[in-house]
């Protein structure tokens, strides 16, 4: 998993917001435009395969405006990705997951909290 599913996960988000939000068979103009600009983010993310999933990386790439754009996609799409593409959906939410709990300071951190926690 990595770019490749990235992209899959993101024509696959913007396809069905495009569809129930636009009434579009296929990707209106504005949704084609979006798709493009964050597939060329994702192309050019510096992680490569390591990519984090957006939400949790840390460089935030996208210029304000296209950021809303994508983040009203997600925000839409994400929760309805479990019905419609019921693997990418928790592949997406999985590697969230593992994005969150990488960072590497907060887990660390984390870790010292709960071992302290736990011996007093
Ligand atoms: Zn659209």
């Given at each position: 998993m990595g770019r490749q599913q990235e992209r899959r996960t993101l024509r696959a988000m913007i396809r069905l917001y495009c569809k129930q939000?636009?009434?579009?068979?296929?990707?209106?103009e504005a949704c084609l435009e979006l798709l493009t600009y964050a597939e060329a983010r994702v192309a050019h993310?510096?992680?490569?395969?390591?990519?984090?999933v957006c939400r949790s990386?840390?460089?935030?790439?996208?210029?304000p405006k296209m950021r809303e754009r994508i983040t009203a996609v997600m925000r839409y799409a994400g929760p309805r990705m479990m019905a419609h593409h019921p693997i990418l959906g928790v592949l997406h939410l999985l590697k969230a997951r593992r994005g969150r709990r990488g960072t590497l300071r907060a887990s660390a951190e984390g870790v010292g909290r709960d071992k302290r926690g736990e011996s007093s």
């Open positions: 939000q636009h009434q579009s068979v296929s990707l209106c993310c510096p992680f490569g395969d390591e990519k984090p990386c840390e460089i935030h790439c996208y210029t």
